[in-house]
């Protein structure tokens, strides 16, 4: 994934909007994407993921989209409530491998 | 289901000392576990691969002689921070995948070391 440093990029959103988190990756040849939440002094939450082999996945509240020929994935939340204030995380998964590459990561605050 | 467990969740201690950290996956065995390594408003970085019953595989930069890591049953992998200086202070956070299933890696709660 990419890792852009020390900085996170943040997203401020109106509570009840949507909201729309985006991510770039590195590799061509990763097979599986995940979306993880990171709450304040927590590990990582799983949201939810897509192989390489579809474009589009939906989950309660939330849907992955990938882009493979600009190797861009985003994840949509709808209605976006104050809990889901935290970090989000996109990770890419080569074929055949279990290690997780972590990009940057976005900063969410949900506005009352 | 599919809980993994970290302890401590936070711990301080001395430079010069050693600490070891636990991941015990609760309900599930993994071969293979995780550790990653966090600084404050930074992404995850992936520090070894902890395999059951043999060697750990270091991600190059890591000195394994001062990140030791022990996988000793299907459900616990310890890391253990030895000599700890203050630079390795650090959120430290280990992940498993139930063996056999092609599902998400689960992720500990982490464990945030403090190095005086």
């Known amino acids: 994934g990419e890792n852009v440093g020390l900085h996170l990029p943040t997203l401020s959103v109106q509570e009840g909007d949507n909201s729309i988190i985006n991510c770039a990756y590195s590799n061509s040849a990763s097979d599986y994407f995940i979306w993880y939440k990171q709450e304040s002094g927590k590990g990582p939450q799983f949201i939810i993921d897509i192989r390489s082999n579809m474009d589009k996945r939906q989950g309660q509240r939330v849907t992955v989209l990938l882009n493979k020929t600009v190797k861009h994935l985003s994840l949509q939340i709808a209605a976006t409530q104050p809990g889901d204030s935290a970090v989000y995380f996109c990770?890419?998964?080569?074929?055949?491998?279990?290690?997780?590459?972590f990009g940057a990561g976005t900063t969410v605050t949900v506005r009352a | 289901g599919a809980v993994v467990s970290q302890h401590p969740s936070w711990v301080i201690c001395k430079s010069g000392t050693s600490v070891k950290i636990e991941c015990r996956s609760l309900?599930?065995?993994?071969?293979?576990m995780f550790w990653y390594r966090q600084f404050p408003k930074q992404s995850l970085m992936l520090m070894a691969t902890?395999?059951?019953?043999?060697?750990?595989?270091?991600e190059q930069g890591v000195e394994k002689d001062k990140f030791l890591i022990n996988h000793a049953s299907l459900t616990l992998s310890t890391l253990t921070v030895t000599s700890a200086h203050p630079e390795d202070s650090s959120f430290y956070i280990c992940?498993?995948?139930?063996?056999?299933?092609?599902?998400?890696?689960?992720f500990g709660n982490g464990t945030r070391l403090t190095v005086t």
């Open positions: 902890s395999n059951e019953g043999s060697k750990a595989t270091y």
């Open positions: 992940s498993a995948r139930p063996r056999g299933e092609d599902s998400p890696l689960h």
């Open positions: 990770a890419e998964v080569p074929l055949n491998d279990y290690k997780l590459s």
């Open positions: 309900d599930f065995q993994a071969t293979t």
